[in-house]
């Protein structure tokens, strides 16, 4: 069936709509072998929004990936840790909802583009599942890449760029520092800014602190001028008590802080991060800065392996 002027969805009416409340997230267990968490766990946050998050039992990241529908295309932001559509099926998964979606709306054409919040492995190993998918666009996950592909030109990372899902404009900047195509993704309909690993309540690396900086600073001037429901990062690392983390590597989160995070706090971070200004490790109660990420890992991790966290795995994929 074509799209008629009839079941196009409004994507401005009622928005910012927010959405449903956070579930409880899937946290992983004591014991993996005794794991009942589904591979991927679905939250509808409102029918045409999706927040999923892999399971503890495949990555200790246990990363959430967005799916956003539109009434031309979707956009899938992120695809996490693994190509293998057995272990984690991703793909399926994403054909479900695109199906279960049309049928509710059907039109033709319906394409589906696959971006990321930024190039680390756990937010694009998932790639090769949507390569051989009909209608769809996998963008690259290099700074280069992104720059070229929603049109920041020269004018990277500073410029906001528009991308348009069909009646769903989502509005993009560039915010490296933490990996050098990080970008944020702001959502018009939820009101939701998805900012990656670069603002989540969990440790946030900056290996290239002064572009983590001026990332924060343009991204609080962004917040502050349009409605932003909350801020939605792509991990969470962070207990209920406050300034205590789980460690990298941890399999079991069972008393984590929510995802979201208000939008006051933006400002918060961006204040703190100005003042964590020499390397070091800055803790606060639901975030910790790591000033200088990657040339700190080696010092650190030797005293951190002493009380046996796992720095090295999670320095391969997050820093
Ligand atoms: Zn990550």
Redesign the pocket.
């Known amino acids: 069936m074509a799209t008629t002027p009839d079941t196009l969805i409004d994507f401005t009416d009622g928005a910012p709509v927010d959405g449903a409340e956070e579930p409880a997230w899937i946290h992983g267990a004591r014991s993996l072998k005794q794991c009942a968490d589904p591979e991927i766990q679905l939250h509808r946050s409102d029918e045409h929004t999706y927040i999923l998050r892999q399971s503890k039992a495949i990555t200790f990241?246990a990363?959430f990936i967005y799916l956003l529908f539109g009434n031309d295309r979707a956009i899938l932001i992120d695809t996490g840790t693994s190509a293998d559509r057995e272990r984690f099926p991703l793909r399926r998964t994403v054909d479900e909802l695109v199906a279960q979606w049309l049928r509710a709306h059907p039109r033709a054409d319906y394409r589906l583009v696959v971006a990321h919040t930024h190039g680390?492995t756990?937010?694009r190993n998932g790639d090769p599942q949507f390569a051989d998918r009909p209608e769809t666009v996998v963008v690259g996950h290099d700074a280069d890449s992104v720059r070229k592909f929603f049109g920041f030109g020269d004018e990277w990372p500073g410029k906001v760029v528009t991308f348009d899902l069909g009646g769903r404009v989502l509005e993009l900047t560039g915010i490296p520092g933490h990996h050098p195509a990080s970008v944020a993704v702001y959502d018009p309909w939820t009101g939701f800014l998805l900012t990656g690993?670069t603002v989540m309540p969990a440790r946030l690396y900056a290996p290239d602190y002064p572009a983590f900086l001026d990332s924060l600073d343009r991204l609080v001037e962004f917040a502050a001028v349009r409605p932003v429901t909350r801020v939605l990062g792509?991990?969470i690392e962070m207990s209920r008590t406050p300034g205590r983390e789980y460690p990298a590597g941890c399999r079991y989160q069972p008393e984590e802080v929510p995802l979201r995070l208000p939008v006051a706090r933006l400002a918060e971070i961006r204040d703190a991060a100005h003042a964590a200004d020499k390397p070091g490790v800055y803790r606060h109660d639901d975030y910790i800065i790591w000033n200088g990420g990657q040339r700190i890992g080696p010092v650190l991790g030797q005293a951190a392996k002493l009380i046996g966290f796992n720095l090295r795995k999670r320095f391969g994929?997050?820093v």
């Open positions: 990241e990363p680390h756990d937010h690993d792509c991990h994929a997050r």
